[in-house]
C-alpha cells in the first residue's frame, strides 16, 4: 500500500537530469513547483495534478492545486536536507511527467520547522527547540477590511501568542454580521470553483504569523454561517478540503483544526467528520497537528488521527486522566474569554483568565485565550481581531517566560498533590495555590537534595525568593490567595 | 400503637387534682419536672422514670433521667398554650404515678419557638416569624476554659451567626489536642455513668445560645476521639443517645446532628445509624430537625429521618437536583474555612468564602461558616470558639440583611438562568454573577409589571439603585466581577 509519506511511485518515469542549483529551498520552507496548464473548461475541478517529491529512499507525494489564470502549483515543503527530484502526475498531458529538482539547505534562523508532538503530552518544534502553545482566538481576522488585518499583526507583535486559531470560512454571528471582501469561492457560493484571490490573502497571512513565531491553527469548517459554507455536501465539503490540503499544508506553522464546535454544524454525521479527517490525513503529506474543538459532546480525541485534544470549558482537573485516557497533549482552547459583553462565554474577568491559564497549567494542560470586549465598531479581538484591551495578556506573557525557563516539555501534574502540582519529579515543581491562603504550607521534595523555592504572583507578575527546602517541611507563605510556588532542585 | 408524639396513656392512672397557677412556663420553654428517688445501685441504669404530659386531646411521653444526688428530672417544653396535666411511670415507685400539672403561657419575645421545616426548602420559627439559616461552627467551644467559653459568647453576640454546629463530645483532633475540664462520663469512660456536671455546662450553654438566637446544632458522634467515645459500643451508644435526648431535647434551640464526617467514624455500621435514627426519632417528644453530616461518602439525605440534607463540599450548583431529589432544605454546613493553616479545608480566602455564601444563596442552598487562622494559643474559631480574626462574617452580615428584608422563604433557583438565580417569581429575583463582569446584560422578567433594580457588590458591601425595567431588556452594569443583581417588583 502506498502512504503519501513513504510512497516510492509505483509508475515512476525516466527522471529528466538534474539541474542542481537551480532551485534551493530551506528546509521545512516552502517551494513551489509553478506550471502553467488548461484555461478551459473548469480547472478545479478537470485537472489533477500532483508530484511525487523523493530525496534517497523518502518520498512524498504531493497535490497541486489551480492557481487561476492557467497557473498550477504543486507546493512543497522538505523536512531533509538535500536534493529532492520530483515528477509530476497529471490527467491532463501538459502536466504530466514533469520533472525537476529542488535542493533543500539546512534551515536559518528563526526557522525551528513545524510543531509536532513531543514527549506524549507536549509539543516541539522540529529542530528540537521548544515550542509551549500559548494560543489566542482572532477567528475571523483574515475576512476583516485590510488595515484591520495589520492592525491584528501589530498587535500580535508584541503580544504573548505563538498560536492562533483562526477560520478559513468568514463568519457570520454576532458581533459578525459583515461581508467579508473575498470569499472562498467565485460568486461567493461556486463550490466548484475557488477564489485565488481568497486564498493567497489567507497564505500572506499564515506567512505573516509564522514570521511572527505564531502557528495557524486552522478551523476548516464552523457553524457560523449565513453563507452555507456549513452545508456545502460532502462532494463540496471533499473538494474543499483538497484544495486547502494542496494550498495550504506546505506552511509549516499551519495546523488543522477540522471544526469549531462541531456538534453544532448541523447536518453532518459522525461518520462523515470521520471521513473528512481520513481525506485530510491521506492528502496532507506532512502530517501537520490535527483536532477537533467541541461546544456540548465531545468528539472521541482518542481516535487516532487527532493528534491533540482541542476542549471547550474550564474542567482543568480533568486533564490528568484525560492525558491518560488519549495519551495525548490537552489544550484548552476555549476556557471562555476575557470580556464584558453580555455573554457568559464572554465576560470572564482578567483575573478569571490568568488564574484559569494558570489551573490548567497545574494540570497538565495548555490553555488558549481570547478577548471580548465591547466596542463602538464592533471589533472584538476573539472575532476581528485589532488590539488587545485585557489585562490577562500581560499576565499569560509572564506566565509563558516563566514556563520557558524550565522544564515545560517534561512537567506532569502530581497524582494527588495537596494543592495542584505540575512537576519534572526531582527536578521541578510549581504549585498553584488558587483560593488557598495558607500562612504555612506543607510540602514533600525529595529528600537528599536542595530545591531553591519561589513565591509566585501570577497577577502581581513578581517571583520572590523563599529559601531553600528538601524532603518534608512547612514553609512560611504570605497568606493571600492566588498565589503559586515554585521549588527548583539547586544547581 | 402508642407514638411519643400522639400517645394517650393506655393505663393512666387517676390524676391527682391539678393545682392551677402552681407552675408556669412560657410555650416552648422548659419545664423540669424534679423528683427524688434513689441513689442506690447505678440510677443512670437501674431507673427508668417518664412522664405523659396531656392538654385536650393532645399527649407528649418524655423520658426523664438522672441528675445525680438523688434528683430525677423530666424535662418538657409544651408546645400549647394552656394546662398539661403530667403522670410520672417508673420502674421504682418512689417515681412512679407521681402527677402534676402545668400551665402553659404565650411566649414572650423573643420566644419564637423551634425552628422547623417550612416551605419544603426552607425553615422558620414555629411562630411563623422567618428563619434563614446563617450558621457557623466552634465544634469544641463548650469543652474549654470558662473565660473562653465566654469569649466565643460575647463573639457571638455580634457575630451574624444564627446556628452553630457544636460537639456534644470533646474534640481530638490538630489545634486541639486538650483535655476538656469535663467529661460527658464519670471517670471519662464509665460509659454507664454521666457527669452531671459536664451536662449543665452544656445545657448552660445552649440556653445562652438561645438567649442570642441562635440554634445549637448538636453533632451527637464525631471521629475526631482519643477517649473511646466514637467506639463505646450499641449499648451505650444508645444509652448516650436516650440520656443526650433526655436532657437537651426539651430545649427548643437544639437540632440534632447524628454525626460529623460519619464516615469517618470507624466501625458503625449503616443499619446502625439508621438505628440510631430511629431511636432519636422514638425519643424525642419533640421531633426536632434532624441531619447527618459526611466527609466523603453521604448519607441517603432523602430517609424520612432527616429533616434537612448537611453537606459539605462546594457543588453549590448541585443543590436545585438535590432539592428536587431530597424534597428538603439543604444546608452547606461545610463548605471548607476562612484561615490560613496548612490545610487545603482550613484555608480559604475571606472573598472565596463570600463567594461561596453567595453561590450556595442563588442555588437555593444555606451555607455555614467556620474559620480557623492560625493562632499562637492554637485558639481557632472553628474548634474552640474565641474571636473571629476574618473578613467574611460582616459580608455575611450583609447577606443576611438583604435576605431577611426579602422573600427569602420563598425563593427558588431558576431552572437554566443565564447567571444563576434564586427567585420568587414575578416578586424578586436575585442574580449572582460570579467571575462574570458584563458591561451589559440580558434578562427577562415578567412583562406587564416594573422591577426595581440593584447592583449589590457582596465584597464591599453596597447597594446601588439600577434603575427600573420589565420584561425583557438588556442592562448595563458595572463590568467587573463578583457582584450581584436583584430585581423587586415595584410597589
Known sequence: MITRRTALSAMAA??????????????????????????????????????????????????????????????????MDGEWRYTTRSNRRE?????????????????????????????????????????????????????????????????????????????WYEYNRDEPRLYPFVNRNDYTRFDPAFWRNLESRIRQLQALGIEADLILFHPYD?????????????????????????YRNVWWSMANEWDLVKGKSKSEWDRYFQILQSADPYSRLCSIHHSRVMYDHGRTFLTHASIQGDEFAKTPEWRETWRKPVIFDECKYEGNIPKRWGDISAQEMTHRFWLGTVYGAYVGHGETYLDPKDVL?????????????????????????????????????YYPCTAKAGECYLYYLD?????????????????????????????????????KFTMKLPGRPHLAVRFRKAA
Request: some cysteine.
Open 14 to 79: 525516466p527522471l529528466l537530469a538534474a539541474q542542481p542549483g537551480e532551485d534551493r529551498v530551506e528546509r521545512w520552507g516552502v517551494f513551489d513547483v509553478k506550471l502553467n496548464g488548461p484555461r478551459d473548461g473548469n480547472p478545479f475541478v478537470d485537472v489533477r495534478v500532483s508530484a511525487e517529491f523523493r530525496h534517497e529512499h523518502r518520498a512524498l507525494v504531493v497535490d497541486g492545486f489551480y492557481d487561476g489564470d492557467g497557473t498550477y502549483r504543486i507546493r512543497f515543503s522538505p523536512d
Open 381 to 417: 479581538w476573539w472575532s476581528k481581531g485589532g488590539a488587545l484591551h485585557g489585562q490577562s495578556a500581560a499576565r499569560i506573557a509572564f506566565l509563558r517566560q516563566l514556563l520557558q525557563a524550565g522544564p515545560a516539555e517534561a512537567l506532569s501534574p502530581l497524582a494527588n498533590p
Open 435 to 471: 483560593y488557598h491562603q495558607p500562612a504555612l504550607a506543607d510540602f514533600e521534595l525529595p529528600a537528599g537534595a536542595s530545591f531553591i523555592a519561589d513565591v509566585i504572583d501570577p497577577w502581581e507578575m513578581t517571583i520572590t525568593a523563599a529559601g531553600s527546602y528538601s524532603g
Open 95 to 171: 502536466l504530466d511527467g514533469r520533472t525537476g529538482t529542488v535542493s533543500c539547505t539546512a534551515p536559518a534562523a528563526p526557522n525551528h520547522g513545524p510543531v509536532v508532538v513531543r514527549n506524549t503530552y507536549h509539543f516541539g518544534y522540529a529542530d528540537g527547540t521548544r515550542y509551549l502553545p500559548f494560543g489566542t482566538t482572532c477567528y475571523a481576522w483574515t475576512h476583516q477590511p485590510e488595515a484591520l488585518q495589520e492592525q491584528t499583526l501589530a498587535t500580535l507583535r508584541t503580544a504573548p501568542f505563538n498560536k492562533m486559531r483562526m477560520c478559513v470560512f468568514p463568519k
Open 226 to 250: 449565513h453563507w452555507g459554507y456549513a452545508l456545502m455536501g460532502a462532494e463540496a465539503d471533499e473538494r474543499y478540503l483538497r484544495y486547502a490540503v494542496a494550498r495550504l499544508a506546505a
